[in-house]
């Protein structure tokens, strides 16, 4: 699942000399500051869904930075009396689309929620370029915490605390990933990460990056090349560990926060040769955990929700929270 799929044509009316920066069919920042987005993101409202019989509701974490999560919660905590797996969702949208309450990524939690038979809590952390990077970052990690702590009473009657994982995609599989660097640091672990089509990236082109003539992709070198710069302007580069984590000098992938990896691509992306690189990287660091792969044919960065390959990655993904 991507915001891709809800991208639409900008506006007409657009002084194009005062565009300071474009990620087409995304997003826009004029010479005033002004960001527009080029796509329309419908929001809709925590509910109990008549399809999945999945509850949600909105949890306010931190007041002060408007930071909220929306929690979902299966049929089966109440048919079913145990404790659920806890899964933390990231949302995509190259850290500046999207929000927990999109109906795009809505639908996709209660479908996920039902299946999984997991406590779900979707993270509505802060977007660039407005809250530009670490905020995303700081805004996972507080939320992480707020989980660890069980405050609230769905998490405290009915979460498994010693089975939470970790899941995004694209821009949100980055931030996973440094989710679980910091757990490594601060000496704490989760059960595991989920990172599917991850936003990695570095200076010098890898695998099929720099052979994109006559390939039809979502996503294009150029724009990732400034897009980083453009959420995270605090940067030095594009070997900043942050979005190259086997870049020469970055911490060691072995000290990565969990017992469990499970990594996602699709043949056709972009991003395909660094998710199979930070695979392989991770499994030679000495890191002592287990780390699954799954490479998705004929399939580019996102694909529509409900086909037979986004079925498919569902079900793996739900197979790897309930350990089968």
Same mark, same amino acid.
């Given at each position: @699942?991507?915001?891709?799929?809800?991208?639409?044509?900008?506006?007409?009316?657009?002084?194009?000399?005062?565009?300071?920066? $474009?990620?087409?069919?995304?997003?826009?920042?004029?010479?005033?500051?002004?960001?527009?987005?080029?796509?329309?993101?419908?929001?809709?409202?925590?509910?109990?869904?008549?399809?999945? +019989?999945?509850?949600?509701?909105? /949890?306010?974490? %931190?007041?002060?930075?408007? *930071?909220?999560?929306?929690?979902?919660?299966?049929?089966?905590?109440?048919?079913?009396?145990?404790?659920?797996?806890?899964?933390?969702?990231?949302?995509?949208?190259?850290?500046?689309?999207?929000?927990?309450?999109?109906?795009?990524?809505? #639908?996709?939690? %209660?479908?996920?929620?039902?299946?999984?038979?997991?406590?779900?809590?979707?993270?509505?952390?802060? *977007? &660039?370029?407005? %809250?530009?990077?670490?905020?995303?970052?700081?805004? +996972?990690?507080?939320?992480?915490?707020? /989980?660890? &702590?069980?405050?609230?009473? =769905?998490?405290?009657?009915?979460?498994?605390?010693?089975?939470?994982?970790?899941?995004? $995609?694209?821009?949100?599989? #980055?931030?996973?990933?440094? @989710?679980?660097?910091?757990?490594?640091?601060?000496?704490?672990?989760?059960?595991? *990460?989920?990172? /599917?089509?991850?936003?990695?990236?570095?200076?010098?082109?890898?695998?099929?990056?720099?052979?994109?003539?006559?390939?039809?992709?979502? *996503?294009?070198?150029? #724009?990732?090349?400034?897009? =980083?710069?453009?959420? +995270?302007?605090?940067?030095?580069?594009?070997?900043?560990?942050?979005?190259?984590?086997? &870049?020469?000098? &970055?911490?060691?992938?072995?000290?990565?926060? +969990?017992?469990?990896?499970?990594?996602?691509?699709?043949?056709?992306?972009?991003?395909?040769?660094?998710?199979?690189?930070?695979?392989?990287?991770?499994?030679?660091?000495?890191?002592?955990? $287990?780390?699954?792969?799954?490479?998705?044919?004929?399939?580019?960065?996102?694909?529509?929700?409900?086909?037979?390959?986004? /079925?498919?990655?569902?079900?793996?993904?739900? #197979?790897?929270?309930?350990?089968?």
């Amino acid at each position: @699942m991507n915001s891709s799929t809800t991208s639409s044509s900008s506006s007409p009316n657009t002084d194009t000399h005062d565009i300071m920066f $474009e990620f087409p069919g995304a997003i826009r920042l004029y010479r005033s500051g002004r960001v527009e987005r080029l796509f329309h993101d419908e929001l809709v409202p925590p509910s109990a869904d008549p399809v999945t +019989c999945v509850q949600s509701k909105d /949890v306010t974490i %931190n007041p002060t930075t408007g *930071l909220s999560a929306r929690l979902y919660l299966p049929l089966s905590a109440i048919t079913i009396p145990k404790k659920l797996p806890i899964v933390i969702s990231i949302h995509g949208g190259g850290f500046c689309l999207v929000h927990s309450s999109s109906s795009i990524y809505h #639908n996709y939690m %209660n479908s996920l929620t039902a299946k999984a038979g997991v406590l779900s809590v979707s993270i509505n952390y802060r *977007l &660039a370029p407005e %809250n530009p990077l670490p905020a995303a970052y700081d805004d +996972c990690w507080e939320v992480l915490l707020w /989980v660890f &702590a069980a405050i609230d009473p =769905w998490m405290s009657k009915l979460g498994d605390l010693e089975k939470i994982f970790i899941s995004g $995609e694209s821009s949100g599989a #980055n931030i996973v990933h440094n @989710m679980g660097m910091r757990l490594g640091r601060e000496r704490k672990k989760v059960e595991g *990460l989920v990172m /599917v089509f991850p936003l990695f990236w570095g200076k010098d082109r890898i695998g099929d990056e720099g052979a994109e003539s006559g390939k039809e992709r979502f *996503l294009k070198a150029e #724009n990732i090349d400034q897009l =980083w710069p453009f959420a +995270c302007p605090e940067t030095t580069g594009l070997d900043d560990p942050r979005i190259n984590p086997v &870049a020469e000098g &970055a911490p060691s992938l072995a000290t990565l926060g +969990c017992r469990r990896v499970f990594v996602g691509v699709a043949e056709r992306d972009l991003l395909r040769d660094r998710g199979r690189l930070y695979y392989e990287k991770l499994k030679e660091s000495g890191w002592e955990g $287990e780390a699954e792969f799954l490479e998705l044919e004929d399939e580019d960065h996102g694909f529509k929700p409900g086909s037979l390959k986004a /079925v498919e990655l569902m079900d793996r993904i739900v #197979n790897f929270f309930n350990d089968l």
